[in-house]
Structures are given as structure tokens and as C-alpha cells.
């Protein structure tokens, strides 16, 4: 059993800032987010005008393209709230701080408890470790017969580059200019030259 993938705001907002969503898309297919993710992506493109666009490319996209998970509370999206953030949800759901990743990992852990192979695209660090948490805790799991699915991790990175050579970014100047104008807007991006999106393996 597949699930949409979830994403987390920082790459939804870059990806879509930058009319890009067709290659997000593209790589990953019709897309899932909580609304918490929602609402963070809508608050910083009316604080920020570098973000304007993600807002009016994300109304495009729902909900054809991006379905809406709903963050009310359930027993299950309760349990893993409090197992991740050590707090009960209604407390956590009103501290917008990281809400939006903690949000898609919750989500994404009630799918694979029920079965489901999830992606999760996170590029924060301390999302990234929690998510990571988790995927070890299934994988334990299932390692004791219990029948849950798995979580698979990607970040903006993961999807560059297998857009590499596609459609979307068909050779490096391509690839150059989508990273520079990314990374404009998330400065937690490396340097292109310390990525492996300009390898030999990806052009080949």
C-alpha cells in the first residue's frame, strides 16, 4: 500500500517560489502536507515576497495535486505527537514553531503503522533526525513480525537529482540555475560544487 508523499513547508516553499512544482511533481507525483504545512507556506508568502508565488502555485495545486491531510486530533496522530514532541498534541498544536514537520512525520507514521510505504521530503536538520528515529523504530518493528510499512526520507537534494538529465532540468546549466535560485531562498543549501548534482553519474 503507497501513500501521497508528505512534504514539509521549507522545500514545498522553495520548489513552488520558483514555479517549479511541475518538476516536484514530477519526481514524486501527486503530493500530500498537513495543514499545518499549509498554513505556514500561506503565512510566509504574505510576510515574504520572495515566497509570493509558492501561495498562488499552491492554490493551483489543491487538491488535485496537493492533498490537504487534516491535523484534528486522532488517538493515532495523538500517540505519535506526544511519543516525538514529549507533549500532548492540543499543547503542541498551538506553537506554530516547527509545527509544519512535526505534522508530516506524525502523519507519516500513522500511514506506515497502517501498512503504508511513505516518502516524507524534509531538508531541517532536526526534522531529518526525528524522521530518522522513526524509520529505525518501524524497521524494528517489522523485524519483529509486527506488520507496519516503512517511511523512505528524501530531501530537495534527493529530488534534483533524479530530475537530472529529465525533462525538467535536462543538463547542468539547467541544474545550476535551479540550485542558485533555490539556494537563494534557503541558505541551509550547500554549495552546488559540494553536492553530487554535477557528477558524471547523473549525466551519463
Given at each position: 500500500?503507497?501513500?501521497?508523499?508528505?512534504?514539509?513547508?521549507?522545500?514545498g516553499l522553495n520548489f513552488l517560489?520558483?514555479?517549479?512544482?511541475?518538476?516536484?511533481?514530477?519526481?514524486?507525483?501527486?503530493?500530500?502536507?498537513?495543514?499545518?504545512?499549509?498554513?505556514?507556506?500561506?503565512?510566509k508568502a504574505r510576510q515574504d515576497?520572495?515566497?509570493?508565488?509558492?501561495?498562488?502555485?499552491?492554490?493551483?495545486?489543491?487538491?488535485?495535486?496537493?492533498?490537504?491531510?487534516?491535523?484534528?486530533?486522532?488517538?493515532?496522530?495523538?500517540?505519535?505527537?506526544?511519543?516525538?514532541?514529549?507533549?500532548?498534541?492540543?499543547?503542541?498544536?498551538?506553537?506554530?514553531?516547527?509545527?509544519?514537520?512535526?505534522?508530516?512525520?506524525?502523519?507519516?507514521?500513522?500511514?506506515?503503522?497502517?501498512?503504508?510505504?511513505?516518502?516524507?521530503?524534509?531538508?531541517?536538520?532536526?526534522?531529518?533526525?526525528?524522521?530518522?528515529?522513526?524509520?529505525?523504530?518501524?524497521?524494528?518493528?517489522?523485524?519483529?513480525?509486527?506488520?507496519?510499512?516503512?517511511?523512505?526520507?528524501?530531501?530537495?537534494?534527493?529530488?534534483?537529482?533524479?530530475?537530472?538529465?529529465?525533462?525538467?532540468?535536462?543538463?547542468?546549466?539547467?541544474?545550476?540555475?535551479?540550485?542558485?535560485?533555490?539556494?537563494?531562498?534557503?541558505?541551509?543549501?550547500?554549495?552546488?560544487?559540494?553536492?553530487?548534482?554535477?557528477?558524471?553519474?547523473?549525466?551519463?
Open positions: 500500500m503507497s501513500h501521497r508523499p508528505i512534504i514539509d513547508a521549507g522545500p517560489s520558483i514555479n517549479k512544482e511541475r518538476l516536484l511533481i514530477g519526481v514524486l507525483g501527486p503530493l500530500s502536507t498537513p495543514e499545518a504545512v499549509q498554513n505556514e507556506v500561506f503565512r515576497q520572495r515566497f509570493r508565488a509558492a501561495a498562488t502555485a499552491w492554490r493551483k495545486l489543491a487538491p488535485r495535486w496537493m492533498e490537504i491531510l487534516s491535523d484534528d486530533q486522532t488517538p493515532e496522530l495523538a500517540t505519535v505527537v506526544h511519543r516525538i514532541t514529549r507533549q500532548p498534541m492540543a499543547e503542541r498544536l498551538r506553537h506554530p514553531k516547527d509545527l509544519g514537520e512535526t505534522m508530516v512525520i506524525a502523519h507519516a507514521v500513522v500511514a506506515a503503522e497502517s501498512g503504508a510505504t511513505v516518502i516524507v521530503l524534509i531538508d531541517d536538520g532536526p526534522g531529518v533526525r526525528t524522521a530518522t528515529s522513526e524509520i529505525n523504530r518501524l524497521r524494528l518493528l517489522r523485524a519483529k513480525d509486527r506488520a507496519v510499512g516503512s517511511i523512505r526520507l528524501v530531501s530537495t537534494l534527493t529530488v534534483l537529482e533524479r530530475a537530472a538529465g529529465g525533462q525538467h532540468i535536462p543538463d547542468r546549466a539547467a541544474m545550476r540555475d535551479v540550485y542558485e535560485r533555490l539556494r537563494g531562498l534557503d541558505d541551509g543549501l550547500p554549495p552546488i560544487e559540494t553536492t553530487k548534482l554535477l557528477s558524471p553519474a547523473h549525466w551519463s
